[in-house]
């Protein structure tokens, strides 16, 4: 099993809403993200995070998922 760890997140954008105060995003401050075989296994306070084979420090940046813009425009 790979794990990758990427902690000291500013800013998480989940896309749940409704889940607690992070309005219709989602937002999560201060946590860390641990993913797993490609899949997100955990999500929590950085203080929190569990080990991993790698990691990425996200520098307090904000970490969202790929955006793809579905819009198309007539030929």
């Known amino acids: ?4 760890l990427v902690d000291d ?8 809403a409704g889940s607690g105060a992070g309005g219709p995003l989602g ?3 201060d946590v860390a993200l ?4 490609g899949r997100v296994a955990w999500i929590g306070p950085t203080r929190d995070a569990p080990a991993a084979d790698r990691r ?4 307090r940046a904000a970490v969202l ?3 793809v813009d579905s819009h198309a425009h007539l030929v």
């Not at 099993?1 to 990758?4: A, D, P, R, T, Y």
């Not at 990425?56 to 520098?59: K, L, M, P, S």
Request: no cysteine; aromatic share 4%.
């Open 56 to 59: 990425i420090d996200a520098g």
């Open 65 to 67: 998922p790929g955006f």
């Open 27 to 29: 937002l999560r401050r």
């Open 34 to 37: 641990l993913v797993e075989d």
């Open 1 to 4: 099993m790979s794990s990758l």
């Open 9 to 16: 997140i500013g800013e998480l954008v989940t896309n749940v």
